[in-house]
């Protein structure tokens, strides 16, 4: 087989037969602002008379990726992935139970609350549900200066020119600074949030379904915003979501996650033209396709059953159970997530689309 | 489920222990500490120092607290003796203490007054519970209509209604102005007719209080209840609209309104305080009110026991109806 | 120039599901809600129509006003008033003793709710709630055949060990198999018109997957009617044979499916498919959204609904848009353009729709 040249540090390897979490060390460079080893999150389950640790909730498994300066990480997976816990653990909102989280080579996974105190600046969390995620009682102008007021900083010109600037970069009239936020729609809502996230010039907005709660019309108009935002203020994204369309549109590369494992990354092209884990695969086929002439054509992969439970997941590749290329070898032994071509990694034992030599070599072992 | 139920009991069984604890603690080791004689509480101020004494010795006041716990616990189970140079008084098992003042264990004056108020508790419960659910139905039904208003009206008069007003009042009337209902408490085994009669107001009067209370939760239960997606595949499988209320909705309404129940009943056979009084009953409630004229602690020890073991039984019970109820509580 | 059918004619019904000039309002403390508000269309047996339009747009009030459950339940104040004539069958529902309508729920019409979770009662177990849904329209039935009956639909619709699954609580069920007990639930009877209202939003991809397979095939195979209702454009083109396109309580747009999609005439419909996201295609342009949000049903904009957030209001002369509600015209003209089905409510002359759809946004998708 033929050594790939990767076009980062931690993609070339000598011998395709790297596993990452082991021995590779991903890049410190200056392209990555945020290193992610190993992430490891179990949540525990009590049972019976003395409420015993009887297991966990497997539901962020041993993760290794990293997200560039000013690219745009999409996270795409079903109910049940640990796409949200992932969130909150890189924004440290949840502590990891193992692993590595590093912002800017600096290893936050453990830090406590005044430690990341400075940190918050730098990271930004944009929720899902515009209704829940704001408090009513406040103002807009409240809301979105509160940033400001914890942290201490005060902002050139005052904390309320600089929250009308914000909601005017955001498309919200900044004379609406002493309203609530039952007052606004949906969609002005979520621009509320990220005008809260945006307050105090992030480098990294980790976003969880930022628009699964909003009407489509709705949808487009904060997709674009964020493109905008991104452009605008070179923002790094990473955006979490279960619609594949929507990834697809605001993604540089994408990671693929099932039960807690990341399956798939790669960048969008590559991910969308020709995925190689079936699950990825599966998944596209899945997604409707709003053009009815598509419909007889399509040849769709239909899985079998559901995901299963986090608590006690399949052995070896977890997505073995529901598999239509697994073989005894999926069953006893977990596949190594592997760059097959630069830049796309992939951990499975039976890969689609890969070049032959990789193939070859994976599945015997 | 076992370990449900087994878990429960446990829960049960700390939760008593942790009441004992915490009365005896309040009754006798904590006047020790801030100085005040417990002796001298029981007694009271007039009586001379060798009746202090004799009472001191008898209540073992002067042993640690500790061992007067542990021989408060195991007179529960074992009964205890009372001794001192006077001799000494037996109090058997379960003991939950003696009354010098009276001369005469708690325990059996309780259970002698336990039908009273389990006679007034139950006959209240039964006619709040059908008023009370019924109106809140019928409210929640016709939710908005003249019913509706007026119903909710008189709930909110039922709830801020003082007992003691309401009481007095139907006293006034149906009894020494109509003479309708009269008569002292007699038990049910002696004359079921006169128990009934003697009851009958005192029934109606604590029943409408809780009734207003159980109209307003029913009410509100009900309008959830009623706008729950399931209630609305009911509705699209063509059920009848009485099978989709009493079977559907009020399967789902009668969760909140167990766990009331549970609690209010349980605080009732503790006594009805003030309906006791003013009806004159001779239940827990009124022998609470009189031990604490008297200072009879034994006897405030005894009913405050009673009630919080009521209490914490009553939930016991509204846990396992729960898990009868509730599949999601059965299986998980 | 033809026109929608005229309403309260009270002819005899030509389509198995003819609905008339609907109207569905609801008073409230803040003004009267017009969640449908003039609504026709037919649809024949063994055929799917799909519903399409954001929240608010009346699509699920819709559906429950042809079930009829607008008016049970409702006894006291804020009750619906509900006008227009729902034919089905050859019999006219609206003016119907409500008893005879209740009948025909759940026996000759059924409906598929959004969240099995929620629309199944949590206290009753699957098996119980398929049963009372067919012995109340077979009261003869003994609960053995009844239960056989639960057992063998659970079967179809691909429930694993239907005979043991039937004594299981909904709570038991995963989210995908709930849907599929609900689905069950709503064939026992084999009904001539089947409803789903947003069949697998709150399912995951590979789920919605494998349920719209089965409505497909369960059509094919019961050969009823179906009414899909759903704001996702990929689920109406894999099921739907004609689209609705619902704006403000009314039709903007009905057609075949394959017309709606390749031709649309409306600038909503075009609003929504330009703000929609594409699984199917590379996009690097922005997504084009529908500017503002929906329209406040109770102040809904006089004219056409859609006027203040139309690009293309002031096209057609003298402010017509704003003043007069167009009325639902065949496209074509006589109709021949568009197989005489193609139906859509704009004030813009249908050349100048033609143009702007070819030249300016088809390109752009």
Known sequence: MKDHEGRDGHEDHEGHAMKIPGQHAPSDGPEALLTVEGLVKHFPITKGLLRRQVGAVQAVDGLTFDVR????LGVVGESGCGKSTMGRLITRLLEPTGGRVAFQGKDISHLGVAGMRPLRRDIQMIFQDPYSSLNPRHTVGTIVGAPFRLQGIAPEGGVKKEVQRLLELVGL???????????????????????????????????????????VSIQAQVVNLLDDLQDELGLTYVIIAHDLSVIRHVSDRIAVMYLGKLVELTDRTSLYTKPMHPYTKALLSAVPVPDPKRRAKRERILLKGDVPSPISPPSGCRFHTRCWKATDVCKVQEPPLLALEPGHQVACHHPENAPEAAAAGTSGG | MFAYIVRRLFAVIVMLLVVILVTFGIFFAIPKFTGADPALMYIGKQADPAAIEGIREKLGLGKPILEQFWNFVSGIFAGRDYSSANGSVHCPAPCFGYSFKHENPVWPELTSRLPVTLSLAGGACVLWVTGGVLTGVVSALKRGTVWDRTAMTVALGGVSLPIYFTALLSLAVFKYKLGWVGGEYTSFADAPGSWFGGL????????FLYAAMYARLTRATMLEVLGEDYIRTARAKGLAEPVVIGKHAMRSTMTPILTVLGMDLGALV????????????????????????ERDLPMILGVTLITASAVVFANLVVDLLYAVIDPRVRLS | MTTAPAPGTGDAPTAFLDVRDLRIHFPTDDGLVKSVDGLSFQLEKGRTLGIVGESGSGKS?????????????????????????IWLDGKELMGADPDEVRRLRGREMAMIFQDPLSAMHPYFTIGHQITEAYRVHHPDADKKTARKRAVELLDRVGIPQPDRRVDDYPHQFSGGMRQRAMIAMALVNNPELLIADEPTTALDVTVQAQILDLIRDLQKEFGSAVIVITHDLGVVAELADDILVMYGGRCVERGPAEKVFSEPRHPYTWGLLGSMPRIDREQTDRLIPVKGSPPSLINIPSGCAFNPRCPYADVPAGGITRTERPELRLVGGDGAAGGGRHWSACHMAEEERARIWTEEIAPKL
């Open chain 1, 173 to 215: 009239n900044p004379e609406h600074y002493n309203r609530y936020p039952h007052e606004f729609s949906g969609g002005q809502r979520q621009r509320i949030g990220i005008a809260r996230a945006l307050a105090l010039k992030p480098k990294l907005v980790v976003a969880d379904e930022p628009v699964s709660a909003l009407d």
């Open chain 2, 200 to 207: 009958i107001l005192p029934w109606v009067t604590l029943a």
């Open chain 3, 61 to 85: 009030v819709t559906s429950l006003g042809i079930m009829g459950l607008h008016t049970v339940g409702q006894y006291g104040r804020g009750r619906a008033r509900i006008s227009g004539e």
């Open chain 1, 69 to 72: 300066t000013g690219e745009t």
């Open chain 2, 270 to 293: 503790g006594g009805a305080i003030l309906t006791e009084t003013a009806f004159s009953l001779p239940g827990l409630g009124q022998a609470a009110v009189a031990a604490i004229n």
